[in-house]
T-cell receptor, first 113, second 113 residues
């Protein structure tokens, strides 16, 4: 079984620039999550999709962050404009359904200078 | 609001020692609890999942226990090895049907040869 794929692995941008991350979940997984992990902290949920629809985006800074899940499969997370405090690892995860175990990608490490 | 705490934040032990990592949570209404391992620059790998009706789960040298009434879970690692060095995170699904996995901030483990 192929795992969760994320790209790019690393990204360095200047503040006020924009950036996009891509995630391809495990085939057949209905639920997709984007987490933000700041150094030394646990992952924080940004947005959760169930198929095409958004289940929870209560912690997504909607003035600068946006996300979509295309045809219930791949997903993109965008930041525009970026701030210094957005420097973090952005993790994508997927699960089969409901309370199933989560499978994580390797993440994208974003540095905002 | 459910909160998950992991103490200590960092732990250094000599090779061969048995050790216990702690995870506490504030609301006992949980669906299940997972322990993850995170290597530097990598995503999260699921180690063990305990359903709310279970008391413990074992995999090789790892044993995880769950005591919902006291709001605690422990991860026991027997005969630690340098390859066990990583950050260990616990995460749980609350019983509120949100399918949202809530993470602790992790324990960074170093096993010295």
């Amino acid at each position: 079984e192929a795992g969760v794929a994320q790209s790019p692995r690393y990204k360095i941008i200047e503040k006020r620039q924009s950036v996009a991350f891509w995630c391809n979940p495990i085939s057949g997984h209905a639920t997709l999550y984007w987490y933000q992990q700041i150094l030394g902290q646990g992952p924080k949920l940004l947005i959760q999709f169930q198929n095409n629809g958004v289940v929870d985006d209560s912690q997504l800074p909607k003035d600068r962050f946006s996300a979509e899940r295309l045809k219930g499969v791949d997903s993109t997370l965008k930041i525009q404009p970026a701030k210094l405090e957005d420097s973090a690892v952005y993790l994508c995860a997927s699960s089969l359904m409901g309370y199933s175990p989560l499978h994580f990608g390797n993440g994208t490490r974003l540095t905002v200078t | 609001k459910q909160e998950v705490t992991q103490i200590p934040a960092a732990l250094s032990v000599p090779e061969g020692e048995n050790l216990v990592l702690n995870c506490s949570f504030t609301d006992s209404a949980i669906y299940n609890l997972q322990w993850f391992r995170q290597d530097p620059g990598k995503g999260l790998t699921s180690l063990l999942l305990i359903q709310s009706s279970q008391r413990e789960q074992t995999s090789g040298r790892l044993n995880a226990s769950l005591d919902k009434s006291s709001g605690r879970s422990t991860l026991y690692i027997a005969a630690s090895q340098p390859g066990d060095s990583a950050t260990y995170l616990c995460a749980l699904y609350g019983g509120d049907s949100s399918y949202k996995l809530i993470f602790g901030s992790g324990t960074r483990l170093l096993v010295r040869p």
